[in-house]
């Protein structure tokens, strides 16, 4: 009755991805020693699924120091990733795989503290892991193996007996829209087929936390509009969390709750995407047709702070409004120069910061406080 018997032959290794390896002990370095799915998921904490206690903030870093030799990849991270969708974004080489592994208890810190739903994944890695599904970013295909077979062993890890395991992978699998392919030999897939069953094999067990590196990585723009949907599903209607390592600012905005921006090793900027792309000055946005560059210098004619912007639309007028004032007044105004100058008013909207802008600036000033390293 142990999982990972059986079951097509699969090492540990080569089910989960490399990066995802636990770390040897005094070193610092990948040990390269793989974990057996007997250690990594026994199926007696299968019991312990309900043990931990359900409002535990998910992640809470605190601090969180952790050194490769003398190369600092986390410097005193202190974070918390509440119920709902966070992105975790940052330039290659910012701590976020380390940030994972961290959260999974394979790496060994310098300092600092980390619970994953109070728990210690230092103390209690197989209980951690039993709360966290993750889908990483390259995930293998195993020759032979079929996605319905993959899924299936990995419930089996997972302590799932082997009926359930299999009435399970169908069950998540029919929720992935992965049709007959599911009978297919994994290597035989397409991306975004071989993305579909990661995902499922990593939510199989029906774990509270997700946590997924690049999950739109090579899918068409159907299959990731699918994907951020079930995303989106999971969070609003089953209360998962889910934390979503991206380089895909569009996906962020899309579907993301908060963000975290991490670079060199240290948390930047976090907080709900309304916050991070609230202006410094409360502003609106107007967009219309005609003159607009006549109509930003009459409304600073009369008195109202206006000034013409590009934004990925065209360009637009953003308007000074009070913070607790009289926007309707502005509005009136607006209105009445844009008659006089003959623009066509389309849309007059509270201004938000792309994402984009707030997040490259976050960086810049990351790299201009960094100090150069030896
Ligand atoms: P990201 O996932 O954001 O690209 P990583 O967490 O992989 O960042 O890496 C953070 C830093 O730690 C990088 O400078 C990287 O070179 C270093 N690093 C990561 N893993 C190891 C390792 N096993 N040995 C030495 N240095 C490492």
Same mark, same amino acid.
């Given at each position: 009755?142990?999982?990972?018997?059986?079951?097509?032959?699969?090492?540990?290794?080569?089910?989960?991805?490399?990066?995802?390896?636990?770390?040897?002990?005094?070193?610092?370095?990948?040990?390269?020693?793989?974990?057996?799915?007997?250690?990594?998921?026994?199926?007696?904490? +299968?019991?312990?699924?309900? /043990?931990?206690?359900?409002?535990?903030?998910? %992640?809470?870093?605190?601090?969180?120091?952790?050194?490769?030799?003398?190369?600092?990849?986390?410097? #005193?991270?202190? &974070?918390?990733?509440?119920?709902g969708i966070?992105?975790?974004?940052?330039?290659?080489?910012?701590?976020?795989?380390?940030?994972?592994?961290?959260?999974?208890?394979?790496?060994?810190?310098?300092?600092?503290?980390?619970?994953?739903?109070?728990?210690?994944?230092?103390?209690?890695?197989?209980?951690?892991?039993? +709360? %966290?599904? %993750? @889908?990483?970013?390259?995930?293998?295909?195993?020759?032979?193996?079929?996605?319905?077979?993959?899924?299936?062993?990995?419930?089996?890890?997972?302590?799932?007996?082997?009926?359930?395991?299999?009435?399970?992978?169908?069950?998540v699998?029919d929720w992935c829209d992965a049709?007959?392919?599911?009978? $297919?030999?994994?290597?035989?897939?397409?991306?975004g087929?071989?993305q579909k069953?990661?995902f499922a094999? /990593?939510i199989?067990?029906?774990?509270? &936390?997700i946590?997924l590196?690049?999950p739109t990585?090579?899918l068409d723009p159907i299959e990731r509009k699918a994907m951020l949907g079930r995303l989106v599903t999971l969070a609003r209607d089953h209360?998962k969390?889910i934390?979503l390592?991206?380089?895909v600012?569009p996906d962020v905005q899309a579907i993301c709750?908060?963000?975290?921006?991490?670079? /060199?090793?240290?948390?930047?900027?976090?907080?709900?995407?309304?916050?991070?792309?609230?202006?410094?000055?409360?502003?609106? $946005?107007?967009?219309?047709?005609?003159?607009?560059?006549?109509?930003?210098? /009459?409304?600073?004619?009369?008195?109202?702070?206006?000034?013409?912007?590009?934004?990925?639309? #065209?360009?637009?007028?953003?308007?000074?409004?009070?913070?607790?004032?009289?926007?309707?007044?502005?509005?009136?105004?607006?209105?009445?120069?844009?008659?006089?100058?003959?623009?066509?008013?389309?849309?007059?909207?509270?201004?938000?910061?792309?994402?984009?802008? @707030?997040?490259?600036?976050?960086? $810049?000033?990351?790299?201009?406080?960094?100090?150069?390293? %030896?």
């Amino acid at each position: 009755g142990q999982g990972g018997r059986g079951d097509g032959g699969l090492t540990h290794k080569q089910y989960h991805a490399a990066r995802f390896i636990e770390e040897d002990s005094g070193h610092g370095r990948h040990s390269g020693i793989t974990i057996s799915p007997q250690q990594f998921f026994a199926p007696e904490i +299968q019991a312990m699924h309900n /043990a931990t206690s359900s409002d535990a903030c998910p %992640v809470e870093l605190d601090g969180v120091v952790k050194r490769y030799g003398n190369r600092t990849a986390l410097d #005193g991270v202190s &974070l918390r990733v509440e119920p709902g969708i966070t992105g975790l974004v940052g330039p290659n080489g910012a701590g976020k795989s380390t940030l994972v592994r961290t959260v999974l208890g394979l790496v060994k810190l310098a300092a600092g503290r980390v619970r994953v739903f109070g728990l210690d994944p230092q103390k209690a890695p197989r209980q951690v892991r039993q +709360q %966290v599904g %993750v @889908v990483p970013e390259d995930e293998s295909a195993v020759p032979g193996l079929t996605g319905v077979g993959m899924v299936r062993y990995a419930a089996r890890l997972c302590g799932i007996p082997a009926g359930e395991a299999l009435r399970r992978a169908h069950e998540v699998l029919d929720w992935c829209d992965a049709g007959q392919e599911r009978y $297919r030999p994994l290597e035989t897939f397409s991306v975004g087929t071989r993305q579909k069953v990661a995902f499922a094999a /990593a939510i199989v067990h029906d774990p509270p &936390l997700i946590i997924l590196d690049e999950p739109t990585n090579g899918l068409d723009p159907i299959e990731r509009k699918a994907m951020l949907g079930r995303l989106v599903t999971l969070a609003r209607d089953h209360g998962k969390t889910i934390f979503l390592c991206t380089h895909v600012l569009p996906d962020v905005q899309a579907i993301c709750e908060r963000a975290i921006v991490l670079a /060199a090793g240290r948390v930047r900027l976090s907080g709900s995407i309304d916050e991070l792309t609230r202006p410094a000055l409360p502003m609106h $946005r107007v967009e219309g047709t005609g003159p607009l560059d006549t109509l930003a210098a /009459a409304l600073s004619s009369a008195g109202i702070a206006a000034s013409l912007v590009r934004t990925s639309r #065209g360009p637009a007028v953003e308007v000074a409004t009070p913070a607790h004032g009289d926007t309707p007044a502005v509005l009136r105004a607006v209105c009445q120069q844009a008659r006089e100058v003959g623009v066509g008013v389309r849309s007059f909207e509270p201004a938000q910061r792309p994402l984009e802008e @707030v997040f490259i600036s976050s960086l $810049r000033e990351a790299e201009a406080a960094q100090t150069p390293e %030896v």
